[in-house]
C-alpha cells in the first residue's frame, strides 16, 4: 500500500541556520508533490508543488527538491526565523489526483 | 486573497447526535473537499465533491456521513448519530479547474462528542 514517511517528528535549529526536511515515500509513482505548513488549531497552509520533471523548486526562503529515483523530497527553508516555527506536511495525490495523502509532519522548532 | 470559510469553529455535540459543518469554498472553485484530522493524527481524505456529486470517498467516509451543496455558496458535511471516535478537527476545502491545482483549506470545525 502507499505509504509516506516525514523524516523525524520534531527538529529543532538556531535562527538562520537552513532546516532541511525529508519526505519519502513507497508503492507510489506520483505526478507531483506538494508541501503545507500547519501551525497549531488551523488548517494546511499550501507552500510549493512540485511536478515529476521539475528536480528543484524555490519560493523566497523555500526550496523543493524531487527526486523520482530515490522517492524521496527534500523542503529546505534558508535563514530559518522563529516564525518558521510550525509543521511542515507532504503530501501526494492518491486515487484520482483529487485526493491528497498527508504524512504525518515534521514539527519545526526556530530557536532564537 | 480569498479563503475558504468555516462554521462553527467548534461545536459540543452528545453522542447520538446529529450535526452539520458547514463551508464556503472560493468562489470560483469547482472541486470541494472535506478532510479530517484526529488530535496528534495526520490529515486524512474524506470525501471530494464535484459537479453536484461526490467523485471519490475514503473507507472512512460511509453511511453515517453525507455532504451537500445547498446552494450556489455552500458546502455542508452532516454526520447523523455521532460517536465519540467522530471527535476531530474536520476541514473543508477547495480547488481549481486543473488536476495538480493548489488545494485551499478552510481554518477547521473542531468537534467533540462527548
Known amino acids: 500500500s502507499q505509504k509516506i514517511e516525514q523524516n523525524s517528528e520534531a527538529l529543532n535549529i538556531q535562527e538562520g541556520k537552513t532546516a532541511t526536511l525529508t519526505c519519502n515515500y513507497t508503492?507510489?509513482?506520483?505526478?507531483?508533490l506538494q508541501w503545507y505548513r500547519q501551525d497549531p488549531g488551523r488548517g494546511p497552509v499550501f507552500l510549493l508543488l512540485?511536478?515529476?520533471?521539475?528536480k528543484e523548486k524555490r519560493k523566497e526562503r523555500l526550496k523543493v527538491t524531487f527526486d523520482t529515483t530515490l522517492k524521496q523530497s527534500l523542503f529546505h527553508i534558508t535563514a530559518s526565523q522563529p516564525a518558521d516555527s510550525a509543521t511542515y506536511l507532504c503530501?501526494?495525490?492518491?486515487?484520482?489526483?483529487?485526493?491528497?495523502?498527508f504524512g504525518s509532519g515534521t514539527q519545526l522548532t526556530v530557536l532564537p | 486573497e480569498p479563503e475558504v470559510t468555516q462554521t462553527p469553529s467548534h461545536q459540543v455535540t452528545q453522542m447520538g447526535q446529529e450535526v452539520i459543518l458547514r463551508c464556503v469554498p472560493i468562489s470560483n472553485h469547482l472541486y470541494f473537499y472535506w478532510y479530517r484530522q484526529i488530535l496528534g493524527q495526520k490529515v486524512e481524505f474524506l470525501v471530494s465533491?464535484?459537479?453536484?456529486?461526490?467523485?471519490?470517498k475514503s473507507e472512512i467516509f460511509d453511511d453515517q456521513f453525507s455532504v451537500e451543496r445547498p446552494d450556489g455558496s455552500n458546502f455542508t458535511l452532516k454526520i447523523r448519530s455521532t460517536k465519540l471516535e467522530d471527535s476531530a478537527m474536520y476541514f473543508c476545502a477547495s480547488s481549481g479547474h486543473t488536476s495538480g491545482n493548489t488545494i485551499y483549506f478552510g481554518e477547521g470545525s473542531w468537534l467533540t462528542v462527548v
Open positions: 503530501a501526494l495525490p492518491s486515487g484520482s489526483a483529487r485526493q491528497l495523502t
Open positions: 512540485i511536478r515529476e520533471n521539475e
Open positions: 465533491f464535484y459537479n453536484n456529486e461526490i467523485s471519490e
Open positions: 508503492n507510489y509513482s506520483p505526478a507531483y
